[in-house]
């Protein structure tokens, strides 16, 4: 059967659309770390959609029933929460997280490996000190004065000890960022400068 000419084959498609609709990789320089992070993200991802089921359960026993839950606000917020929480995480281990690139995209490929090392030690000393203002937190909201384990609670009626757990969670989240800006700034320290494809193709 002949090929029409207007309708391209598969082998026409272009690579940069081939490229997109694949999976992206976990960056070589976030290590196994990175590999990790990204193994463990859908179960947080999975807790968004397991929010959103909680509320329509309470709008169905609020609306249908008139029987509203005590739970349902504190539980999906704390979901919520703790998933945008491993989101700074999973940015980081992605290698994605907000850069202004404005001189970045200018400068040659060695002031790039410089600034890639410079940026990676800057944002782990920023997540030490977040993540020493966290363990302040997380005392106050996990022990008694007299040193007792007590999560901090939410102190409505469901009184559910989300707080301490968030603050606890945060804590972990900001140690592991100190962990991955780490790796990054090793690696890139090991890596070769490459001209990023974009400036090779105006060449």
Not at 23 to 51: C, N, R, T, W
Not at 120 to 144: N, Q
Request: aromatic share 12%; hydrophobic share 50%.
């Amino acid at each position: 059967m002949a090929v029409s000419p207007v309708d391209p084959t598969h082998n026409d498609i272009p690579a940069s659309i081939v490229a997109d609709a694949l999976p992206e990789q976990v960056p070589e320089v976030s290590g196994l770390m990175g590999h990790a992070v990204d193994k463990v993200s859908s179960v947080f991802a999975y807790g968004f959609i397991l929010a959103m089921g909680i509320l329509i359960f309470e709008i169905f026993m609020r609306h249908v029933f008139n029987s509203p839950t005590l739970w349902v606000h504190e539980t999906t917020t704390f979901l919520s929460a703790i998933g945008f929480v491993f989101g700074g995480l999973y940015c980081a281990a992605r290698d994605k997280h907000i850069r202004v690139v404005i001189f970045y995209d200018i400068v040659g490929p060695k002031m790039r490996k410089s600034l890639d090392v410079a940026i990676s030690i800057v944002c782990m000393t920023a997540s030490g000190f977040f993540a020493w203002a966290a363990w302040l937190m997380v005392k106050r909201a996990t022990l008694t004065p007299t040193g007792d384990i007590h999560f901090e609670t939410t102190g409505s009626a469901f009184n559910a000890p989300y707080p301490g757990i968030l603050k606890l969670f945060l804590l972990v989240i900001l140690i592991l960022l100190v962990v991955q800006f780490l790796i990054h700034a090793i690696n890139y320290v090991r890596k070769t400068p490459v001209m990023p494809a974009t400036a090779t193709a105006k060449e």
